[in-house]
């Protein structure tokens, strides 16, 4: 590694010889020189090597070359340029690129290699992936290594580029419940993911507020317990369209469906389903958590996660489990019963991890894997050895970095968002904090570091919706992707701030 | 200035009135059930009785007795607006449609009383007072001057709102209304960052719904001289950010006649003499050279020693008081750094002249009263931010003293008032200072007129202005940082002083911002919720 470092260093003080050179994020080895070339918009394609997995008819791919070929030269039609009858030796025309696996029309998964190799040198312009979600990430490289001169011309330089991130698990959290999200914007939002490779996008579906996931077992749900049945809904043909359109850019769709808390939404449709609480001897019209203790509540989950199930093509579903407040169990005499009957004195906990558990047998029955917030971890839940748990919170129990301590001590796997809370906003730059963290600056050996599989950018919705959400995530989730991404040595702010404020205008253009 | 109206205390009812309204909608309805008045009316008087719109039997006219007619384009273009907003809310598909309508309320009739003022530019003295009486087949509004009418349209077009089976709906009402302060503004900065034009005319927009009435044009700073000067065409040329990032003067006359249909003032600032580093760009020897750094280069403040400075400062300002024709301009005068000064033999040569000894202060008074004294030749008041009055400079009578410090406000207002100047307040208003959560709670909860000081000190408090300065904002964040955060500051500054119920406020805000997003403004959330329509 010590020798990586010099190198980058090097790298980043001629780094800004040309406008070149301003990616985000940054690669993890690239070797870039003054020397460039010029590329026509009228003849430059992008073109299958011979032996590539991927040929013609790759969606994946065939879509992608003409969403870059639009962000590289607008959707206008270029002239031909006028015959000179001079040559130019040092026009690229195409960029060649050559797949390894074949495999087009999967999903990405966890275990999805990213790797890719881009050379653009007097012999090749060639792309180099061992698979299409690696050629995926090539290509938006690619797309922000060519820059314009202040005449029009296209160029890019001479340039030698080796990539892979640093963790597999990128994600952006968008919270669809506090305020719904029209589909453009999440769609955009997927765009603009994937010009920063993010690779996760982490839909926290419904919660208290609202309930826009349309259920086709439970229409009642949605009809219920959304804001507005007619128009605030994701239907099953815009979820299908989003996992579809995240395919497309090698996004993973991660969906939530965060319980026993934060379903008050849940209860409009499902009666019975959430515990009514008590004032006194008298139920006083309110409602809290799932109720853990009746059989009824996990045969609906049984069938609703069934239908999860089969929506959301994912390996691993999200179950939340965070921030279950004990008041309205404590109030209610029927859940006290059932504490005495199994024998958990007054410790709530242990009625949460019951839930918990039975749920977790539901979702695993159906062959998922699952995330699930740190509380889980914290009370002690007993859960798969394959479990993901995610670290929210900063401060407590312990600080987040011994939290990822903790778990992977465990010997689970550990997503951090902890310092990544995007929804908490404040004067001045504060994407440097953002991107000063590192995620495996806690004690622990290399067994427990490699357990944490990445991270996540949180944008919770209470006081987000379309009105405000581009310019409250971006760029600010790009000092998160490229912690995520590039390697623990890229952590200078001053040479960050300069990307940063470039793609920024990359993106707005 | 204008004496302001004596309020009798009527609002309570009226509160229990609209919360009665509100109450009545149900807790799953969305917030645009019922009217929301956002800032809220001096006297509002609602009867229970609903009367119905239709888009195709109603509309705006001028009164036939009114003093303006159909050639007053200011009116004419407002009715349209009006009749747009006012019916441009969604569709309600999902719920059968009422067969027929019956248009209860065919007609708004508009009567100018006094002249009407319909050619002229708003100012601090213009009267924005009007009547509404909303009845059955026709309603009124009434008004001294044409900037009342403005803000009558205003509040009846959010009056109008969409019952759940999507009618158009009012309730027969009678509305009295004034505003507190002469002086309610909004302050851009277009240095920092350029805003496009469409984003300064947006923001005038917003401002209308809101009832402010002076947009506060911070034009030029040290990053950039964006204001295209006809005088000194190289002050935009070389200190601009870019050919394409500056104002021309159409453009500068296009913003002036949108704010003038909307009735908002334009008041420009120039700030001198610190943050102008972007004007020694294009000026030779405006700015004072530094001495003893490494870098010979730099530059610090305008050159307060040179004759040459006050006669550019002449044409400069007299170009910018024809182009401008609000009877105010903003000088600035903040944030003076005088380390340059000091640093430079020539300002210290000069010091000694004057006998100014080693007291830097002295040197800005200087400066300061000498640019005074240009604009009051050219028959324009002048504003200043507080650093000129703290600093004692002699100010001519009724130059205005903008206050931004944020310790003590209230001292610097007894101050400025003791002294007998009139004031802007600003200082809890910085919105361009985010955090998170409701944090318009804080700018709502301010009292302008809570400091120490007789009646007539109080009296010298203009208003106040929401500042949206441009160190972190561009045209990509500007809507929602500003609305609906400034509306708080909006009704602080238009309605009652006792009109403070957190509770009422967080309603009517709530259903204030989805109208705003309805009419195209993006507009943040104040917390979790909805609006029935999306942003365009």
């Known amino acids: 590694m010590a ?156 340039t030698e580029i080796e990539d892979f991130p640093r963790f597999p698990h990128r994600g952006l959290l968008l919270d669809t419940s506090r305020h719904y999200l029209p589909l453009h914007s999440i769609l955009d939002t997927l765009d603009v993911m994937a010009y920063n490779k993010f690779n996760v996008f982490h839909w926290h579906l419904v919660d208290d507020s609202s309930f826009p996931y349309e259920s086709f077992t439970f229409p009642e749900l949605t009809r219920k317990g959304s804001y507005n049945p007619a128009t605030h809904i994701y239907t099953a043909q815009d979820v299908k369209e989003v996992i579809e359109y995240a395919r497309l850019r090698g996004i993973r769709v991660l969906a939530e469906f965060d319980t026993p808390g934060h379903t008050l939404s849940w209860g409009r449709g499902v009666s019975g389903l959430l515990t009514p609480c008590y004032s006194g001897s008298q139920p006083s019209g309110t409602f809290g958590p799932v109720n853990p203790i009746l059989n009824s509540t996990y045969e609906f989950m049984n069938t609703f996660f069934l239908e999860v199930n089969s929506v959301f093509p994912d390996f691993y579903l999200h179950l939340g489990g965070d921030e279950v407040d004990f008041a309205c169990w404590k109030s209610n005499p029927d859940v006290q019963a059932f504490m005495k009957k199994k024998g958990f004195g007054n410790d709530f906990k ?16 159906y062959g998922k894997g699952y995330v699930v917030w740190q509380e889980v971890f914290d009370n002690k839940v007993k859960v798969l050895p394959d479990t993901i748990i995610q670290v929210w919170r900063e401060e407590v129990p312990v600080s987040y970095l011994k939290e990822l301590a903790l778990i992977t001590e465990a010997g689970f796997r550990a997503l951090l968002s902890a310092p990544w809370y995007l929804n908490r906003i404040s004067y001045g730059p504060d994407w440097e904090d953002f991107y000063r963290v590192d995620p495996l600056s806690f004690e622990g050996g290399p067994e427990q570091k490699a357990l944490v599989i990445g991270g996540e950018a949180c944008m ?38 300069k990307r940063l404020a470039h793609f920024r205008c990359e993106l707005l253009r | ?220 700073d040290d990053q950039s001289f964006p204001y295209q000067s006809t005088t000194f065409p190289e002050l935009s040329n070389k200190g601009s950010y870019s050919k394409s990032h500056v104002y021309t003067p159409n453009e500068v006359r296009s913003v002036i006649e949108y704010a003038r249909l909307r009735g908002i003032r334009i008041i420009p600032e120039f700030d001198s003499p610190g943050h102008t580093q972007s004007w020694g760009k294009g000026q030779e020897n405006l700015l004072t050279p530094c001495y003893g750094g490494h870098q010979p280069e730099i530059s610090g403040p305008i050159n307060p020693t040179l004759n040459t400075t006050y006669s550019f400062l002449c044409k400069l300002f007299k170009e910018i008081s024809w182009v401008f024709p609000d009877q105010f301009i903003h000088l600035g005068g903040d944030e003076v750094e005088f380390e340059c000064w000091e640093s430079n033999p020539n300002i210290q040569k000069f010091m000694k002249q004057k006998g100014f000894g080693t007291d830097f202060r002295q040197l800005e008074s200087f400066y300061m009263q000498k640019l005074l004294n240009i604009i009051s030749t050219l028959k324009k008041g002048s504003i200043v931010w507080q650093e000129v009055f703290d600093n004692h400079v002699k100010l001519q009578q009724g130059t205005v003293v903008q206050v931004w410090k944020e ?65 972190y904002v561009d045209s990509t964040n500007l809507s929602p940082r500003l609305w609906p955060r400034a509306s708080a500051i909006g009704e602080r500054l238009w309605s009652g002083k006792e009109v403070r119920s957190l509770d009422d406020a967080y309603k009517r805000l709530t259903a204030h911002r989805c109208r705003m997003v309805r009419r195209g403004i993006a507009a943040e959330p104040l917390f979790t919720g909805y609006c029935d329509n999306v942003l365009k």
């Open chain 1, 3 to 158: 020798g990586a470092k010099l190198w980058l260093l090097l790298l980043l003080a001629g780094a800004f010889a040309g406008p070149a050179a301003a990616l985000w994020p940054w690669p993890q080895y690239i070797q870039t020189s003054d020397w460039h070339y010029t590329i026509s918009p009228h003849s430059f394609q992008f073109k299958y090597h011979v032996r590539s997995a991927a040929q013609s008819g790759c969606s994946v791919l065939d879509e992608a070359f003409q969403r870059y070929r639009d962000l590289l030269f607008g959707a206008e039609s270029w002239q031909r340029p006028a015959l000179t009858g001079e040559q130019h030796t040092s026009e690229k025309d195409s960029l060649v690129i050559l797949v390894v696996t074949p495999g087009c029309d999967q999903l990405p998964s966890l275990e999805s290699v990213e790797n890719y190799t881009l050379t653009i040198n007097n012999e090749q312009c060639f792309l180099l992936s061992e698979t299409v979600w690696g050629a995926l990430r090539g290509l938006e490289t690619f797309s922000q290594l060519v820059w314009r001169s202040p005449e029009g011309t296209f160029f890019i330089n001479k």
């Open chain 1, 350 to 365: 242990q009625l949460e991890s019951f839930y918990i558990q039975t749920l977790l047998d539901i979702v695993s029955a």
């Open chain 1, 460 to 497: 919770w919705g209470e006081y987000v919706d379309s009105t405000n959400l581009v310019p409250r995530l971006w760029p600010r989730a790009g000092a998160v992707a490229e912690r995520l991404w590039s390697n623990k040595v890229v952590t200078d702010p001053d040479f960050a701030f």
């Open chain 2, 1 to 220: 200035m204008e004496p302001r109206a004596l309020r009798p205390p009527r609002l309570p009812g009226l509160l229990a009135a609209l919360a009665l309204l509100l109450a009545a909608q149900g807790p799953r309805a969305s917030a645009a059930r019922g009217p929301a008045l956002w800032p809220l009316p001096l006297s509002v008087q609602t009867a229970p009785r609903v009367l119905h719109l239709s888009p195709d039997a109603f509309h705006i006219a001028n009164d036939p007795l009114s003093q303006a007619g159909a050639s007053c384009t200011l009116l004419q273009e407002a009715f349209r607006r009006y009749q747009n907003y006012i019916f441009g809310g969604p569709v309600l598909k999902h719920l059968p449609a009422k067969s027929r309508v019956k248009a209860d309320v065919q007609q708004l009739l508009v009567s100018v009383v006094l002249d009407s003022e319909c050619e002229m530019y708003p100012s601090i003295t213009s009267d924005e007072s009007y009547s509404l009486v909303v009845k059955e087949p026709v309603a009124f509004l009434k008004a001294n001057r044409v900037w009342g009418v403005l803000r009558g349209l205003e509040t009846f077009s959010q009056l109008v709102y969409q019952d759940t089976y999507g009618t158009y709906t009012v309730n027969e009402s009678t509305i009295t209304d004034s505003p507190r302060f002469p002086h309610r503004g909004i302050l851009i900065d277009t240095a920092r960052h350029f805003l496009p034009v469409k984003s300064i005319l947006k923001t005038l927009d917003a401002m209308a719904f809101n009832k402010f009435n002076v947009l506060h044009w911070h034009i030029v």
């Open chain 2, 407 to 471: 310790e003590m406000y209230t001292n610097d207002l007894s101050a400025v008032t003791a002294a007998g100047f009139p004031v802007i307040l600003s200082a809890p208003w910085y919105l361009d200072r985010i955090s998170y959560g409701q944090d318009w709670r804080i700018y709502y909860a301010v009292e302008p007129l809570d400091f120490s000081g007789t009646q007539e000190q109080k009296k010298l408090v203009l208003g106040g202005e929401a500042c949206l300065w441009g160190e």
